[in-house]
């Protein structure tokens, strides 16, 4: 059975621009979550989303916004960019909210 | 808000057990509490998950004491592969809901 997927592996952006990142759950997961997770840090929680509505949201800006398609998968954007938003984003994907995680191999974001 | 810390790091020989303890305040009764290991470049795998007293499973075991102040990761006999960073995951359900990672155990295992 497939793992959590993420698109693209890498990627690189200039300052103010804006960038969408791409999550595809396990098969029957209906909980998609998002992380940024800057170099030699934990991950920062920044959505979650059950039967495309957002159920949590971290303390993030909000350049930083969300969503959950029909069939589960899900797409994070981020407008303006800013040098900080340099980071490994992580994407997790779960039955339901209290159940364990499944992480993807993330996409590391550099801003310029 | 829920607040979580770990040990900045660990060191421990190939074949002895290792305990990781997390530190979380304010959180309440039901929420969960999940351990994960980390590789360089890789996301987080689950370890095991839990909300009171012990659980195990096969590679962890995972303490909760009553007041849920705090909880330990229990690895038996690890191995040079077990060398990883390890997070404490809590849900915190006061306010928006979120989930709050530690701030991470590097653990490092010697020959």
């Known amino acids: 059975d497939a793992g959590v997927t993420q698109s693209p592996t890498h990627l690189i952006k200039t300052r103010g621009q804006q960038v969408t990142l791409r999550c595809s759950p396990i098969s029957g997961h209906k909980s998609v979550s998002w992380y940024q997770q800057v170099l030699g840090q934990g991950p920062q929680f920044i959505f979650q989303?059950?039967?495309?509505?957002?159920?949590g949201r971290g303390n993030f800006p909000d350049r930083f916004s969300a969503r959950q398609f029909p069939n589960y998968s899900s797409e994070l954007n981020v407008n303006a960019l800013l040098l900080g938003d340099s980071a490994l984003y992580l994407c997790?994907?779960?039955?339901?909210?209290?159940?364990?995680?499944?992480f993807g191999p993330g996409t590391r974001l550099t801003v310029t | 808000l829920a607040k979580t810390t770990q040990p900045i790091s660990m060191d421990s020989y190939e074949g002895q057990e290792v305990n990781i303890t997390c530190s979380h305040n304010?959180?309440?009764?039901?929420?969960?509490i999940t351990w994960y290991q980390q590789f360089p470049s890789q996301g987080p795998r689950f370890i095991i998950q839990?909300?009171?007293t012990k659980v195990t499973n096969e590679v962890a075991s995972l303490f909760i004491p009553a007041d849920r102040k705090s909880s330990t990761l229990s690895l038996p006999r690890v191995s040079l592969s077990d060398t990883a960073v390890y997070y404490c995951?809590?849900?915190?359900?006061?306010?928006?809901?979120?989930?709050?990672f530690g701030t991470g155990t590097r653990l490092k295992v010697l020959a």
């Open positions: 304010n959180i309440a009764t039901n929420d969960y």
């Open positions: 839990g909300y009171k």
């Open positions: 997790a994907s779960s039955v339901d909210r209290a159940y364990e995680q499944y």
């Open positions: 989303y059950y039967e495309k509505e957002e159920r």
């Open positions: 995951l809590v849900e915190d359900t006061s306010g928006t809901y979120k989930y709050i």
